[in-house]
């Protein structure tokens, strides 16, 4: 089987369906957004002058929107449902140098043409994660980066033993437009929860502050995966030296997801 009937096939198994119909009804740019871009990604402002990126699984196109008001160059977003790419096409379009394209993140198509490639909140919803850095990488120049935001396992055993066996046998399963009715509650329980700082945590003290209808699409977003890893730290950083990056860091992000970047060595 060739690669790209092994990413079809590979896509099939994760969410793009899914994800574009939450895409569909979150399509709006928050500034909250911005916040969570710089913590998720752990580069500063400055970083981003002059640079082209691919931004692997694009949503709505947030996280290319911000390195654009920073400064970047430009560069490619890529993700694969056609509502998706339709948002992404709209929150972009006053940024003519962000070519948006409906293809897979396993297919970009360029090698050794980027300063970075990023994929925030996607890897850890795909059947094949190594995969899809390993096109990241591809893409990047030598010397360049990849960057990856991970959902982490430290500080989520709440998540991963309770919430995420529930997620597979029913949220997962379940007509979208039902899921999205039951976010309802569960948001609203989870916005009493913040009022009187439960969970306690510095993720969940940033998103006491979001609005309530940002709050339900990040628990609707949770819900809806047929896919949804959780890595340790030693894991994060793992998956991208099997892609061949070197010099990898990681930081811990809000105490629980990770944010790994890595340089992609001259000669490889």
Known sequence: MNHKSTAISELTKGSPDRFGYSWDHYAELLPDHEEQFLRWTGLDKDFWRGVRFVDGGCGIGRNSYWPMTYGAAGGVAVDVDDRTIGRARSNLAGFPGVDVRKQSIYDIAESDSFDIAFSIGVVHHLSDPDAAVASLARSVKPNGEVLVWLYGRENNGWIVHLFNPLRRA??????????????????????????????????????????????????????????????????????LSRAGLVDIRSTWVNHNSWSVIGRKPIGC
């Open 170 to 239: 029913l949220f997962s399963r379940l007509p979208l437009s039902l899921v999205h009715t039951l976010s309802w509650p569960l948001t609203a329980l989870l916005w009493c929860g913040l009022r009187i700082g439960v969970p306690p945590g510095p993720y969940y003290r940033l998103i006491r502050g979001f609005s309530f209808g940002h709050l339900r699409a990040i628990v609707f977003d949770h819900m809806i995966p047929r896919i949804a890893h959780y890595y340790r730290r030693a894991e994060a950083e793992a998956l």
